[in-house]
């Protein structure tokens, strides 16, 4: 897993990750946060911090075009912990994304659906997984309404599984 461009601790600066569960746990008990997430973790990681404490979800890298991270997103649904892709349409120039938005297949479909290959980036997220929430950046109020409209396109089986088959 590349964790680029987050800091990496080294030497002393190392903290395991159960010593850094139990101060989110005290803040939680406190009232100072009231739900943990974490993002750029493993599988072993997300299970660990499950089990230790409760976490209410997971943020890592995840498009129709890359889902290394699908066996995290599987445990996530099985958990009912919410899964918050990072960069959902792609683009992330540090770890060699490809945009979602570039691939043909999404193009095509894209335009058989009369939307953008954002929308259909964002569709597929939402179709793919019910326990997705994706958190969108957008420049003006044009891309925000695009994006929400995302959400009224319909898929037919073929293209769905179409989608389900890119990698």
């Known amino acids: ?85 990072y960069s959902p349409l792609g683009g992330v120039s540090y770890a060699d994304i490809p945009r979602v938005t570039e691939h043909t297949s999404v193009q095509r479909i894209a335009e058989e659906l ?9 569709k597929w997220q939402l179709e793919h997984s019910p326990n997705t929430l994706l958190i969108m950046g957008t420049s003006s109020l044009h891309h925000l309404k695009e994006n929400v409209a995302a959400t009224s396109l319909s898929f037919t089986s073929e293209q769905f599984e179409e989608l389900e088959n890119l990698t």
Do not use: C
């Not at 993002?39 to 072993?44: A, D, G, M, Q």
């Open 1 to 85: 897993m590349n964790f680029q461009p987050s800091l990496i601790p080294e030497g002393d600066q190392q903290v395991d990750l159960h010593a850094q569960l139990e101060e989110l746990l005290k803040l939680r008990e406190e009232g100072k946060v009231l739900s943990i997430g974490l993002s750029h973790v493993t599988l072993e990681q997300v299970k660990q911090a499950e089990k230790e404490i409760g976490i209410a979800s997971v943020s890592n890298i995840y498009t129709v075009l890359r889902r290394d991270d699908e066996p995290i997103l599987d445990f996530a649904q099985a958990h009912e912990i919410a899964w918050t892709p």
């Open 114 to 122: 009369g939307a953008t290959a954002n929308q259909v980036g964002i």
